[in-house]
């Protein structure tokens, strides 16, 4: 659990206040499961972005707490994807609570579920040497699949209420994509030297 506390601390931080922001409901007395989706996604978002993001944005910008962040993109990575557990635990409350369940339209949305799980359990040491030159693009297509998850359920919002709060989260959402193809067009332009 070492070098976990903080990202943990953190995310129990968020998650009380998911909680919290869900029963300030309509009715004060009872669990607004609609909120608690809502909000627990947001909180798993907050720690999408870093993990998202780190690498790109340590190309361009050197400061001590970028550049002491970027070595543990794992456990926070790690620390997202128990976040987005708790937006699974949000939803399976929600279709008990409602006497719904999945559909043929959560299809997709169960995939990137699956991906996530790949994910976790493949970010430690063991895994990195069992996959080789395969844990690179598995964790691309995992990162990109939630990245697009996260920004079709943004413009979604943004484009059904066009309430400034999904304007906020959506221009998050492409700005870590704008920062992600910014530095891999960065990295690949020759340097000075090559041109000699
Ligand atoms: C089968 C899987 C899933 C189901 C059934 C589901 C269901 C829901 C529900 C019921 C809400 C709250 C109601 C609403 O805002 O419309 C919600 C919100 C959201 N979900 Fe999911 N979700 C799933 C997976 C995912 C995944 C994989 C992602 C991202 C990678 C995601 C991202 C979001 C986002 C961004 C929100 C809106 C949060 C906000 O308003 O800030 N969800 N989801």
Redesign the pocket.
Known sequence: MKGYQESLALLTLGLCAATGGALLGSDPAVLDY??L???T??V??LF?LPVFTLSALSHFVRHPTVLALRPRRRQLGITFGIA?LA??G??LL??RHHGTW?TAE??A??F??AL?GVQVATSNTPAVRALGKLWRPTHWVASY??????FT??LG?LQESGAP??LL?FGLASAAWALRVAAFFSKRRPGPLSAT
């Open positions: 609609d909120r989706t809502r909000y996604a947001r798993s978002f999408f987005h937006h699974f949000a939803i929600f279709h999945f959560d299809g949305a169960l990137i579920y996530l699949a939630l990245f697009v998850g996260f359920t943004y919002r709060v999904f989260l």
